[in-house]
């Protein structure tokens, strides 16, 4: 059974940089058949994808956070990782980390669903 | 951006009722539309993929349908266990969008 963590502090000050890791077992992030993602969901509100990693370390962000978030990958301890800088108050969220299945055609790869999702961590960002 | 539609937001049923909930995409997506459903303090599930597929262990009552921009999720015979949020979501674009959700409740 594949199951994803979440890990990190839950307390952020403001302009300081959020940083989480996501744990996998059951699947290895080496795989070519899967990326990596992060979503949050401030509290009360919808989703949104923030960035998603592959095995070799080419990364997609969300053009709406790009400028300040950093995707890696650690192969070897089966884990990837987040890191938002300057963070605000509206960064505040449930942050998940995700599998994706990726598909490509004989130009391009894509995401295709979700599956599974750890279980989320609450990031607050407070003085 | 590829931006998705639900309604309604919220509706209110009893159980053994037929639920439609609906998305609709800003521009056409084929069929990369997938359905999740989130109960409180949990994260998202799978429910659908590809707008029609059934994800293994969801329940047959549950069901997906639609193409192009207009893409429906049902459930028939709602149960109490489905009181929920349920959410769309398109993987047309390489950057990726959900709907707003629809929050169903049992009466």
Redesign the interface.
Known sequence: QVRLQESGPGLVKPSQTLSLTCTVSGASTSSGDFYWGWIRQPAGKGLEWIGRIYASGSTVYNPSLKSRITMSVDTSKNQFSLRLSSVTAADTAVYYCARSVRSCSSTTCWDKWFDPWGQGTLVTVSS | DIQMTQSPSSLSASVGDRVTITCRASQSISS?L?W?QQKPG?????LI??ASSL?SGVPSRFSGSGSGTDFTLTISNLQPEDSATY?C?Q?YS????????TKVEIK
Do not use: C
């Open positions: 990369y997938n999740y949990k994260a998202p599930k799978l993929y590809a994800q959410y979501q993987s390489t950057l990726l969008t959900f709907g707003g959700g």
